[in-house]
């Protein structure tokens, strides 16, 4: 069965820095297609950064140059780095596969970037 659990998010101030985890389990990390998503108080679901199977990664400009996505092949779980946070940072955080199928999405974790 394939299930993404993911971790990480709490209330951080702006400017400082947050790291994500997303555990997977029922199928392996490194062969498929993984995004990181989130979705903001009354807002559609925004895709914020994909890493491929060859591990090409891929960011929205919205966090270019403050995210970073990674994964650990042993752990079996998928990053975001999270740095130089801002307010409108402040999202639920899902980890998604969108490949191979089927497509499947964790529960998220909420982040609060707030003063």
């Known amino acids: 069965q394939v299930q993404l659990v993911e971790s990480g998010g709490s209330s951080v101030q702006p400017g400082g820095s947050l790291r994500l985890a997303c555990a997977a389990s029922?199928?392996?990390?490194?062969?498929?297609?993984m995004n990181w998503v989130r979705q903001a108080p009354g807002k559609g679901l925004e895709w914020v950064s994909s890493?491929?199977?060859?591990?090409?990664?891929f960011y929205a400009d919205s966090v270019k140059g403050r995210f970073t996505i990674s994964r650990d092949n042993a752990e079996n779980t998928l990053y975001l780095q999270m740095n130089n946070v801002k307010p409108e940072d402040t999202a639920v955080y899902y980890c998604?596969?969108?490949?191979?199928?089927?497509?499947?999405r964790g529960q998220g974790t909420q982040v609060t970037v707030s003063s």
């Open positions: 029922g199928f392996t990390l490194s062969s498929a297609i």
């Open positions: 890493i491929y199977v060859g591990g090409s990664t």
């Open positions: 998604e596969k969108s490949s191979p199928s089927p497509q499947t």
